[in-house]
């Protein structure tokens, strides 16, 4: 410690960053006690609904795909979508009203881009000489179910594209609006039209999209689907079901081992539509069960709806509260689906470097050995079975605080 405990000026810094950052990083499953105990893209959640009554650091962040493995086909990728992307539990309406509708996201669409959220499904309405973004019924909008201006989160979007100058973002519209050209209207006004992917482009035949790299060189990063056929003509924008199938959303969607269509969308395995799209959420969100929903049955569902789309793995995963899990949730899913899509590995983490398909490697993994994650459930309610690993805290995190603090008292019993 000779030039350390030297200088002053690295004292100082050591104690900066001691206070300032967290001391102890915990991995996935690791108990925490707050979210800066996790690393990043990890915070620090309980899952009550299924068991999972001690704190852990959970994932809310998917792998950027792209980072891993590059250059494929747009629909060779999975993203991470969510559902009522703009109904954010909490906020009141922008008309100043409060908010009699369902909420289904804890936070705002920057944040949800910034964790890697890249499908957002937005309902949109006529609404005060405007497009709103309204949780509504009988294709009405009133004050008690309008969230925001369109405008507002369509701004944040292109924001987002601007800065981040080779993501793609992808937009479903329920679309309630009959204002003539509404849709290109706001488009414009946000400055996105400068980026929608053309309709031309959109392959209506089931072949590949063009690959990411194209659609970033070409600054066609966002697509925009709509729920309403007579806008393709009209406005040029694509109509939902003539590219994409859906499974059921809902309860409907949710019973295990089925996988039905939804009515508006082809059979699940019309491979004329290039993109699957999987929705799992309840009819009514209940936030405090999500966490339960995202887990284990989100996972299976997305097996089950590969086998149902005709061997096809998702291209996006649409959720309400993307954040809840007792574990690896949506984000996890979205890494598993990009495994299999991208190079046959159990997930896109495994991929090894530079991989691509068509390539030799496709199906050669990278597969970490995984230490077993600490037991879910607190003292008082062991778990059950054989399962014996029941380490108190995790030994890495607590050699780190006794170093952490043990630098720091002697740090600070020293004059500087
Ligand atoms: C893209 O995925 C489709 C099936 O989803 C597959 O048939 C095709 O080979 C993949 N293309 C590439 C370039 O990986
Ligand atoms: C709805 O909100 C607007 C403000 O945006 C207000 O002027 C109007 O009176 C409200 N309407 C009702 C029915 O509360
Ligand atoms: C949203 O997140 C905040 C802060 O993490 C938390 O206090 C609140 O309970 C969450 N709300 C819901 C509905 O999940
Ligand atoms: C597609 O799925 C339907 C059931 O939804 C089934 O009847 C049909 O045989 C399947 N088609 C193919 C080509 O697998
Ligand atoms: C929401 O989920 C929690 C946890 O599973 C459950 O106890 C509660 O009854 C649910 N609420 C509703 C309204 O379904
Ligand atoms: C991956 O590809 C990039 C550029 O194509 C190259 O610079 C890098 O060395 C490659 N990495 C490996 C491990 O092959
Ligand atoms: C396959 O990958 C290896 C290294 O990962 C690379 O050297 C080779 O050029 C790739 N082949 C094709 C056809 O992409």
């Known amino acids: 410690m000779g030039a350390f405990s030297k200088s002053p000026k690295l004292q100082v810094l050591f104690i900066i960053a001691c206070l300032f950052s967290p001391c102890i990083s915990l991995k996935i499953g690791e108990t925490c006690s707050k979210d800066t105990d996790c690393d990043a893209g990890l915070s620090c959640q309980t899952c009550a609904a299924n068991g999972n009554t001690r704190p852990r650091c959970t994932r809310i962040q998917p792998t950027n795909p792209t980072s891993k493995v590059k250059g494929l086909p747009f629909n060779n990728y999975t993203w991470l979508t969510t559902h009522n992307s703009y109904a954010q539990a909490g906020v009141r309406s922008s008309t100043g009203s409060l908010i009699i509708a369902p909420m289904n996201q804890n936070d ?11 499908g957002f499904m937005l309902d ?39 800065a981040n100058p080779s993501e793609i973002v992808t937009i479903f519209i329920e679309d309630y609006v009959t204002s003539p050209s509404g849709l290109s209207k706001v488009f414009d006004s946000a400055g996105l039209k400068t980026y929608m992917f053309p309709l031309a482009r959109m392959p209506k035949d089931g072949n590949d999209w063009p690959t990411v790299d194209d659609m970033a060189k070409n600054n066609q990063r966002l697509v925009v689907f709509t729920s309403k056929s007579s806008k393709e003509a009209s406005e040029g924008i ?60 989100l996972l299976s569902e997305i097996k089950t709806c590969y086998d149902a789309a005709g061997k096809r793995w998702p291209n996006f995963i649409a959720v309400d509260y993307y954040q809840k899990s007792d574990g690896g949730g949506a984000a996890e ?10 190079c046959g590995c159990d997930s896109i983490t495994y991929c090894k470097v530079n991989a691509t398909t068509g390539n030799a490697t496709f199906g050669s993994c990278d597969v970490p050995k995984l230490a077993p994650p600490p037991p879910a ?9 054989p399962s014996s690993n029941f380490a108190p805290r995790n030994s890495k995190s607590i050699l780190l605080r006794w170093l952490c603090g043990t630098i720091l008292a002697a740090t600070l019993s020293m004059r500087i």
């Open 124 to 162: 949109m309405y006529d609404f005060n000489n405007d497009i709103w973004l309204c949780h509504s019924t009988g294709g009405k909008c009133y004050n008690f179910t309008a969230f925001r201006p369109a405008l507002d989160v369509l701004k944040e979007i292109r924001a987002f594209l601007e």
């Open 108 to 118: 705002t669409v920057t944040s949800q881009l910034k964790n890697g959220v890249r």
């Open 238 to 297: 694509a109509y939902e079901w003539n590219y994409v199938v859906e499974n059921q959303y809902g309860n409907g969607g949710m019973v295990p081992n089925s996988c039905p269509n939804r009515a508006e969308s082809s059979p699940m395995n019309t491979t004329s539509k290039s993109l699957v799209l999987v929705n799992y959420f309840r009819d009514i969100p209940n936030a405090s069960a999500t966490c339960a929903d995202n887990s284990a049955p």
């Open 333 to 342: 899913a979205v890494d598993q689906s990009n495994g299999q899509l991208t």
């Open 377 to 385: 459930s607190l003292a008082s309610t062991p778990p059950s079975g």
